[in-house]
């Protein structure tokens, strides 16, 4: 066999040499006062399993997407510096008779991720398995989310977690994976239809009905997250990923409306109906009638990104990420904030503009697939990564209320992690695909 | 002395993370180029049929036939795509592009016309990635 160097990758991943050590250098130099490395273990574990991964994706031939993996190892390496930097007890694990601090935990499962991301982008060398049986997906998502429902565990006033005696998960996340691939598999089946004919109300054409349903039960699964899982952020995400599917599939903009209208229409009832969410509206409308209560978080944060400025306060100097266990969630909801206080308006802007290049990469691997199940898959797939990001972002700086989802690949949690590494190895096993058809003269 | 040490470790780490953004940067525009030149070279049709079996080997598997606008589709030499097999019928499908999207008719075969494994009995139209299926040759419709 034929190895084809991934150089482009190679190249990408090189600088990361420096970025990683030099931020753990800078976070002990801040704290001990005096000029020496300090530990560098967990930067350099991190770095091998990134090496790893790309050794993997050369020796097995793949000739998917090269610059996907660099892209998730900067923004990772960025979130490993500041899980690094923030006090170690906020999370761990003792297993296997170790006690692993918090960054150290987060390297275990950047290792997990890693593996499943290759495992997937090498394995799925036919995507039989997840466009056929698409139904099957579905009520695998339904049984997780019912299993939620009952079993659910509430943290933080969100029921997202179940307790599986010694490992936590959040099935959220997976969910997310599995209903992206059940909207793709039924909208490349139902394309033509869902273009074609319709019933014209007035001036707004309506949907055939039975394309409407699945839309409608995909609406209100949504609105039981809200009210009985009280997950703000990932129904709005679900809800997001699903419209901007719905539209890239069949380009029309009276779904879009549609889906807007419920959605409009679903907020103000919820508003109106439940505590939790007028309680997230209200902090978000003014934090500051109970700072040091509801709104303590929010206002905060925006000190947070005051204190930053254009270059940060520097790494380990921050005041948000300092004060560790008496800001709730700053590892996980408000990692934005610490990090950019810490490293400004234009690190901040850095870990923004590398999540754009997620998302455009992604979206060049839908343009590039070969068939319409693909492209939908790897649309959805990135719409979802890129939403969260967006969500979470706005939440931690006010433009929206805030809700409780994770920024990938920086929030500290294992099953986030799992799940985004999964999605980006859905993207480049799409993207190998399309790369072997494109070849002239392939099997 | 440290207060500006750690400052210039801080512009350092920044700095770095833009250099890396830059050659993100710069690949992207170095594959957009690519792309571009790809595009003229290889997307000049609407859609193309991938041959996935073919036991008489004619067409073979692993073949890529571009399509035109309309294709015929039988076992006459006559037909825009020849397909050698004892199971097809002379003038067997039309495989046509109108308007956004592809349709399959099924000629009067005496075998039938299968879509992902269904039957076809009137135009159907088709999506990409979707399976035809005429006597014992598979082949998939790609962009």
Same mark, same amino acid.
């Given at each position: 066999m034929r190895i084809t160097w991934r150089r482009a990758e190679l190249a990408m991943l090189l600088p990361l040499l420096l970025l990683v050590p030099l931020g753990f250098v800078l976070t002990h130099v801040a704290e001990a006062g005096k000029l020496e490395p300090g530990p560098l273990g967990l930067a350099l574990g991190y770095l091998a399993i990134m090496a790893g991964a790309h050794l993997v994706l050369t020796l097995s031939g793949h000739r998917g997407d090269q610059l996907l993996l660099p892209v998730v190892a900067t923004i990772g390496g960025v979130g490993l510096v500041m899980l690094n930097r923030l006090p170690q007890d906020l999370a761990g694990t003792s297993a296997f008779g170790l006690q692993l601090g918090m960054a150290a935990t987060q390297l275990l499962w950047f290792g997990v991720g890693v593996v499943a991301m290759l495992a997937v982008a090498v394995g799925f060398r036919d995507d039989g398995l997840l466009r056929h049986y698409k139904y099957t997906w579905a009520a695998l998502g339904a049984a997780l989310l019912l299993a939620t429902f009952v079993f659910g565990k509430e943290v933080f006033g969100a029921r997202l977690w179940i307790d599986l005696g010694p490992v936590q998960f959040q099935p959220g996340e997976f969910i997310k994976i599995v209903l992206v691939v059940f909207i793709a598999g039924y909208l490349a089946e139902n394309r033509a239809l869902l273009t074609g004919a319709s019933a014209r109300i007035g001036p707004i054409s309506i949907p055939p009905l039975p394309y409407l349903l699945p839309m409608l039960a995909i609406f209100v699964m949504v609105m039981l997250m809200v009210v009985v899982l009280k997950d703000l952020g990932t129904a709005l995400l679900f809800f997001g990923i699903f419209l901007t599917m719905l539209f890239v599939a069949t380009g029309r903009r009276s779904y879009v409306l549609i889906g807007l209208i419920l959605f409009v229409a679903g907020s103000f009832v919820a508003y109106q109906l439940f505590g939790h969410v007028r =309680?997230?509206? $209200?902090?978000?409308?003014?934090?500051? =009638? $109970?700072? &040091?209560? /509801?709104?303590?978080?929010?206002?905060? /944060?925006?000190? /947070?990104?005051?204190?930053?400025?254009?270059?940060? !306060?520097?790494?380990?100097?921050?005041?948000?990420? &300092?004060?560790?266990? &008496?800001?709730? /969630?700053?590892?996980? $909801? #408000?990692? #934005?904030? =610490?990090? =950019? !206080? !810490?490293?400004g308006l234009v690190g901040a802007f850095g870990l923004l503009a590398l999540a754009l290049l997620l998302v455009f990469r992604g979206l060049r691997i839908a343009m590039l697939a070969h068939d319409d199940f693909s492209a939908m898959l790897a649309v959805g797939l990135t719409t979802s990564l890129g939403l969260q990001t967006l969500i979470i972002v706005a939440g931690n700086a006010k433009l929206i209320p805030l809700t409780g989802v994770t920024f990938p690949f920086v929030s500290y949690g294992g099953s986030s992690l799992l799940a985004s590494f999964l999605v980006i190895g859905l993207l480049l096993s799409i993207s190998h695909r399309a790369a072997r058809v494109a070849e002239p003269g392939a099997p | 002395m440290l207060r500006i040490l750690l400052l210039v470790l801080q512009l350092a780490f920044l700095g770095l993370l833009y250099l890396i953004l830059f050659g993100f940067a710069r690949s992207l525009l170095r594959d957009l180029r690519g792309a571009?030149?790809?595009?003229?070279?290889?997307?000049?049709?609407?859609?193309?049929?991938?041959?996935?079996?073919?036991?008489? *080997?004619?067409?073979?598997?692993?073949?890529?036939?571009?399509?035109?606008?309309?294709?015929?589709? *039988?076992?006459?030499?006559?037909?825009?795509?020849?397909?050698?097999?004892?199971f097809v019928s002379a003038n067997h499908a039309m495989l046509t592009f109108r308007g956004r999207s592809w349709f399959i008719e099924d000629q009067g075969s005496t075998n039938g016309t299968y879509v992902n494994g269904h039957r076809v009995e009137r135009p159907v139209a088709l999506s990409y990635g979707d399976e035809l299926t005429i006597g014992r040759v598979r082949m998939r419709l790609e962009r």
């Open positions: =309680a997230r509206v $209200d902090v978000w409308l003014n934090p500051f =009638a $109970d700072p &040091s209560g /509801a709104g303590y978080q929010t206002v905060h /944060a925006l000190y /947070a990104f005051g204190r930053g400025g254009l270059f940060g !306060e520097g790494l380990g100097q921050g005041l948000l990420p &300092s004060v560790g266990g &008496s800001f709730p /969630a700053v590892q996980t $909801d #408000f990692i #934005f904030a =610490a990090t =950019a !206080e !810490e490293l | 571009e030149r790809m595009e003229r070279a290889s997307r000049t049709g609407i859609g193309r049929l991938a041959v996935i079996e073919s036991p008489d *080997g004619e067409p073979p598997v692993g073949r890529d036939i571009a399509l035109g606008a309309i294709n015929s589709i *039988g076992r006459n030499v006559n037909n825009t795509i020849y397909v050698e097999d004892d």
